[in-house]
């Protein structure tokens, strides 16, 4: 059964770090293409950085270049966020979704999410 | 900056169709653009609905459809109920490995 699991959201204080994690099973991240998707509370989707299934090209948000990374470790089968320079703005709920099969361009599986505060 | 548009609020009643559509602050949307819709219930994940312009997810009832309507990507619900009353959104491939999310349309069934 396909599933992803969120984790390492909290409060944080502004210019500050957080590492996010995407626990998978039912499937190889190495085999998918991965994405971070947040909603700012009662705020709408925004689509925050994506990795290819072969780990060649990373791509992000406008709104997070420069300050987020996407990674993955294949041994682990886990996706990873890495925030650097958190700002208020980036304060949402962190979702973790697989992509759909090659050439389909969307997010297939959602994780529950992890909530991210940033705040001093 | 592509802004995707979709309606804020859509009421249908019970049992009625009711047509959602997501489009472009500028030029038209296409199946180049592979769009993809989504549900969310208050507290809960997006689900997925539609994807490839007009492909159902797995286990997504068929009264949820999904086309091209002019120059816009549209979702149909035909024999709306109640479960239905929900956050619409959807999500439009730009290319160059980036996606922009509409602003979502809240759904009222009554």
């Known amino acids: 059964q396909v599933q992803v699991v969120e984790s390492g959201g909290g409060v944080v204080q502004p210019g500050g770090s957080l590492r996010l994690s995407c626990a998978a099973s039912g499937f190889s991240v190495s085999s998918y293409a991965m994405h971070w998707v947040r909603q700012a509370p009662g705020k709408g989707l925004e689509w925050v950085a994506f990795i290819r299934s072969d780990g060649s090209n990373k791509y992000y948000a406008d709104s997070v270049k420069g300050r987020f990374t996407i990674s993955r470790d294949n041994s682990k089968n886990t996706l990873y966020l890495q925030m650097n320079g958190l700002r208020a703005e980036d304060t949402a709920m962190y979702y973790c979704?697989?992509?759909?099969?090659?050439?389909?361009?969307?997010?297939?599986?959602w994780g529950q999410g992890t909530l991210v505060t940033v705040s001093s | 900056q592509t802004v995707v548009t979709q309606e804020p609020s859509f009421s249908v009643s019970p049992g009625g169709t009711v047509t959602l559509t997501c489009g472009l602050s500028s030029g038209s949307v296409s199946t180049s653009f592979y769009p993809s819709w989504y549900h969310q219930t208050p507290g809960q994940a997006p689900r997925t609905l539609i994807y490839s312009t007009n492909t159902r997810s797995s286990g997504v009832p068929d009264r949820f459809s999904g086309s091209i309507l002019g120059n816009k990507a549209a979702l149909t619900i035909t024999g709306a109920q109640a479960e239905d009353e929900s956050d619409y959104y959807c999500?439009?491939?730009?290319?160059?490995?980036?996606?922009?999310f509409g602003g979502g349309t809240k759904l009222t069934v009554l």
């Open positions: 999500v439009l491939h730009m290319g160059s490995g980036i996606w922009v």
């Open positions: 979704a697989k992509g759909g099969e090659r050439g389909t361009y969307y997010f297939h599986y």
